[in-house]
Structures are given as C-alpha cells and as structure tokens.
C-alpha cells in the first residue's frame, strides 16, 4: 500500500501562491493522486485529480512527475478563506484499480492577512 | 440535489450500547463510501460499495462494525457494542465513476462519543 507523506502545516499570505507536496513512493500503476479541502466541521471537499504529469482547473494545478511518486498542490494568489487542512489521497475504486484509497496526514494551511 | 446526508449529526452513547449511523447518498450515485476520521489515525476508509454490493471492507476495525446497503439510497454503519475507543466523526462519501475523475461527494459527518 501507498505509505502518503505531506507537510502537517504551512504558512502562507494572501495573494501568494502555495505549493503543497505530497510523497507517496509505493503507489500502484492504476493509482490517482486526488487532493481534498476541509474545513472545521464539514466533510473533505474535491479540489482536483490527476494522473501524471499536469492538471489544471478554476482553483488549482496539481503537478505530477514522471515516476509518479510525488505530486504538488499549487493553489494560486491565496485568500483567508483558503485557511483550511488539505488531504492527498492515492488510490481508485473503479473497476481498474486496486480499491484502496489512502489519505495522507493532512496539511493544515494558514493563510494569514 | 441537497448533497449526502448523514443522520445523526452528533451521537453520545454508553460503552457497551448499539450504535447506528445512517447514510443518503447523492441520487444516481453507484458508489458509496464510509470513513472514520480520528487525530491519532487521520482518515481512513472503513468500507465502500459499488452497486449496494459491498466491495472492499479491509479497512473494518473489528467485528463489532457492520455495514449494510439495503437499496440504493440507504446505507448502516452498525457498531456494537461500541468503546470509547471508536469515538470519532464518522463520514459517508459517494461517488458516481462512469469514466469521470474518482471525486467523492462527503457528507457532514456524525460525530461518535462513547462514553
């Protein structure tokens, strides 16, 4: 199984891009590398997914090298309301894939003023 | 849609006693999921089903956790007895996969307190 590594936290101001990393090493040929946005009390919220090398889309790039064993969450120009703890997660649960999903750690970001 | 919905929100029960979290999936959804978030442990995936049909339940701590899917808009997570040791927020996810990005749809969570 995918053993995932992320920063526990990170500082950042507003209007700066922020880069958030995740190691994952053992991750299987099928695997996708989804990240997730949660607030305080509510459930993981769907930022972005890829496979490798890059996705963009309204809110976020992921960048995924060639050996796939590390991908980067770019959240461009951040604002406070991006204060928020973020999740990497390896796996898939389609027909194709191994059926195990594995979250890292989480990476608490505070977006100061 | 009103998105997934989880019953009840907040649970505080006796070490000992029978627990039942419930679960709304998206309608249309074919996937459903459900995880157990902890500070020690993170996020983990208990079970998930595809179709009603329970496909990987690896990640049950025990025999005391049970989960069922009786139709397509209902799904359990029974626990019992239940141990302060699985006081945690509880989460149902679902998914609708047909060849799109494997995003899962999280409820609010049910908050476990056992006492």
């Known amino acids: 199984l995918a053993k995932i590594t992320q920063p526990i936290s990170m500082d950042s101001y507003e209007g700066q891009e922020v880069n958030i990393t995740c190691s994952h090493n053992?991750?299987?040929?099928?695997?996708?590398i989804t990240w997730y946005q949660q607030f305080p009390s509510q459930g993981p919220r769907f930022i972005i997914q890829?496979?490798?090398t890059k996705v963009t889309n309204e809110v976020a790039s992921l960048f995924i090298p060639a050996d796939r064993k590390s991908s980067t969450l770019s959240l461009p120009r951040v604002s406070l309301s991006d204060t928020a703890v973020y999740y990497c997660?390896?796996?898939?649960?389609?027909?194709?894939?191994?059926?195990?999903?594995?979250f890292g750690q989480g990476t608490t970001l505070q977006v100061k003023p | 849609d009103a998105g997934v919905i989880q019953s009840p929100r907040h649970e505080v029960t006796e070490m000992g006693q029978e627990v039942t979290l419930r679960c709304k999936p998206i309608?249309?959804?074919?996937?459903l999921f459900w995880y157990r978030q902890t500070m020690m442990r993170g996020l983990e995936l208990l079970i998930y089903?595809?179709?009603?049909?329970?496909?990987?339940d690896s990640g049950m701590p025990e025999d005391r956790f049970s989960a069922k899917m009786p139709n397509a808009s209902f799904s359990t997570l029974k626990i019992q007895p239940s141990e302060p040791r699985d006081s945690a927020v509880y989460f149902c996810?679902?998914?609708?996969?047909?060849?799109?990005?494997?995003?899962?749809?999280f409820g609010p969570g049910t908050r476990l307190t056992v006492l």
């Open positions: 309608s249309g959804h074919d996937y």
């Open positions: 890829g496979y490798k």
């Open positions: 089903f595809n179709n009603n049909v329970p496909i990987d």
């Open positions: 997660l390896v796996g898939g649960f389609g027909s194709s894939n191994t059926g195990k999903l594995i």
């Open positions: 996810a679902s998914s609708f996969l047909a060849g799109g990005p494997n995003e899962q749809f």
């Open positions: 053992n991750i299987a040929t099928n695997d996708y």
